[in-house]
């Protein structure tokens, strides 16, 4: 009967063998990787963004139960936060066999596919940054503070702003 250590232990060689393969896939599309598998507690991968200008250095890929998922990092070596993103590589491979593909190249187009995700993982988050840094420096809407700590107001506001403002505009067109 196998032990409990004997398990972890052999959980933890598994998890190291997955990731060395997944960061010899990062590395060769281009990425550049920092390899933390010595971490006895959570070996892991740390991927530096793309992109220069985000509020994060990157994203730590690790293996959780019996898949391989990335969280925002926001350096090398502190702890992720945000929300868990599976990189379901196995479905994937999968998924290109009932395609026709050989397993060349499945395993091929896997590597490609898991790169460029990752790329536009960083490509999406610049965007999304960049569209909250410049959120109402357009001048089309009003925001009209509220006292107190009820926010529910001042969306609210926003939203008639909103509503207020493309009345008129469409009025005006309408009238011309």
């Not at 740390?46 to 890929?61: A, E, H, P, V, W």
Request: contains cysteine; proline residues 1%.
């Amino acid at each position: 009967m196998q032990q409990f250590v004997e398990f972890v232990n052999r959980k933890q060689r598994e998890t190291k063998k997955h990731l060395k393969i997944v960061e010899k896939m990062l590395k060769k599309g281009g990425l550049h990787v920092y390899s933390h598998l010595e971490n006895e507690e959570q070996p892991y991968l740390f991927i530096k963004n793309t992109q220069n200008q985000l509020s994060f250095d990157g994203i730590r890929i690790y293996e959780i139960g019996e898949m391989v998922a990335y969280r925002v990092q926001k350096e090398e070596k502190t702890e992720p936060y945000g929300k868990a993103y599976a990189l379901d590589v196995e479905d994937m491979y999968n998924d290109y066999l009932s395609d026709g593909y050989s397993e060349k190249n499945a395993g091929k187009k896997v590597m490609h596919s898991v790169v460029e995700d990752i790329k536009r993982f960083f490509i999406k988050c610049h965007k999304a940054e960049e569209e909250m840094r410049y959120q109402g420096q357009d001048g089309t809407g009003l925001v009209i503070k509220t006292g107190g700590t009820d926010y529910s107001g001042s969306v609210v506001n926003r939203l008639w702003s909103h509503i207020y403002i493309g009345y008129f505009s469409w009025r005006t067109l309408w009238t011309t």
